[in-house]
């Protein structure tokens, strides 16, 4: 059974840190690209962050510079280190897997990131 299970979300105050981890197990597929995305009431879902396989990454402009995705391959796990946080980084946080031999995706059930000022 596949699963993608995310941890470390919370409430911390502005300026503070918080580490998100995201693991993802039960599937004979390599991974090929492993993200974070985030949702804040009455907005859409974005990409925060993304790593692939080879270890390029890319993030959203709002987080250059505070926010760090690292993934550690042996263990299907990704990492978003995420720094100066203020209240505009406050929502949900979703981790995607997507596969590399086939065209998945999957998404864990979020975790919820707030920031208070």
């Known amino acids: 059974q596949v699963q993608l299970v995310e941890s470390g979300g919370g409430l911390v105050q502005a300026g503070g840190s918080l580490q998100l981890s995201c693991v993802f197990s039960?599937?004979?597929?390599?991974?090929?690209?492993m993200g974070w995305y985030r949702q804040a009431p009455g907005k859409q879902r974005e990409l925060v962050a993304a790593?692939?396989?080879?270890?390029?990454?890319n993030y959203v402009d709002s987080v250059k510079g505070r926010f760090t995705i690292s993934r550690d391959s042996a263990r299907n796990t990704a990492y978003l280190q995420m720094n100066s946080l203020n209240s505009e980084d406050t929502a949900v946080y979703y981790c995607?897997?997507?596969?590399?031999?086939?065209?998945?995706?999957?998404w864990g059930q979020g975790t919820q990131v707030t920031v208070s000022s």
């Open positions: 995607n897997v997507r596969l590399l031999e086939i065209p998945k995706d999957y």
């Open positions: 039960g599937s004979i597929f390599s991974i090929n690209t």
């Open positions: 790593i692939t396989r080879a270890g390029t990454t």
